[in-house]
């Protein structure tokens, strides 16, 4: 009976609280989202998943940034994987390399003009961040990394929130993924408020072909001008570009194969189930969480709005073959393929299929992966 009564006060159910409870809630709906919703299941399940392992109590399963080890004591598990993982920023400059050796730039390179719509998008990012710092009273540091969900890129939100706000990194990582996952939900709106039906039936000529020359000399240049312009900004571009340089040198396949499949999903198997390790309940369910998310979404909108209103202002000095439907600005965020696919669906459901802008939304929507590194390597120069 004793050794019942002991194994009874060893058990985490004397341990369970109500935040616990709330979390294991948490949890499941995110797993929920992406089982039955299809929202980013990727990422969503081992990040709730990982969730669920964090509030168990007595399992030690949990990870945070504040964690330190006694002298001879055991690291557990998803704590050391953090650890190694996320503090050396090391886990998201390897997405970026398998995202890197995923995406084609063509699309890009045929119309450079959309690197100005990529740019564009970033516009939520630094509305974001100023709201926060501004009129919720965050530090510098955690307004940046509230404001890079706006970039729609959920490793380079986890890139930058590891390094400055460390405490915030559960919240901004489920707010990044989570408003990617609903791209087709809250740019439909925001496209049909600011485009009108003359604009979306704007039918872009075909883009001109790009040589195997440039989409291999595209990388290097790249790399080299964003290093050299802003350093912070070069472990996630360089990781990215070298990526991208395995899959068009053609004479790299396996690595090619490699980095862009088995590589990248182990990572964001380990990725995911520490990013959901660090929400804890006690750490979690605070209002910032809940100011988090509002800002969130505010940057996403934003940045939807920036792409689609610089297209309309570049129209106004193109000459009329040559304008922009200014629908594939709302593409420059870095949801890739995803935020290209719905303005496709938009523009071709508002057209009736005359008009089917997806190889042009394309451009800005990979522009918009170099932009929102771009951006986060800004606000390491600045405030790190």
Known sequence: MDTLLELIAQSGFLGLSWRNMVMFFVAGLLIYLAVRKNYEPLLLIPIGFGAMLANLPEAFLSASSGYHAEPGQTVPLLQFIYNTGIKTQLLPPVIFLGVGALTDFRPLLSRPITLLLGAAAQLGIFVAALGAFYLFGFKAEEAASIGIIGGADGPTSIYLTAILAPHLLGAVAVAAYSYMALVPVIQPPILRLLTTAK???????????????????????????????????????????????????????????????????????????????????NTFLQPQTLFILVLGAVAFAF?????????????????????????????????????ARVVQKFVSDCTEGRVNPLMAAMGPNVAGVIGSAVAAGMFLALLR
């Open 199 to 281: 604009e979306r039936a704007i039918n872009m000529p075909q883009a001109r072909p790009v040589s195997r020359t440039a989409v291999i000399i595209f990388p290097v240049f790249i790399t080299m001008l964003t290093a050299l312009a802003i350093p912070s900004s070069a472990p996630l571009i360089g990781m990215l570009m070298f990526g991208n340089l395995l899959r068009e040198a053609g004479v790299t396949d396996r690595l090619s194969k490699t980095a862009g499949g088995e590589l990248i999903n182990i990572v964001t198997i380990f990725l995911g189930l520490v990013v959901g390790a660090t929400m804890n309940g």
């Open 303 to 339: 940045s939807t709005a920036g792409g689609i209103l610089f297209a309309k202002l570049l129209n106004l000095f193109l000459p009329e073959s040559k304008r922009i439907n200014p629908c594939i600005g709302a593409a420059g965020v870095s949801a890739v393929p995803m935020s």
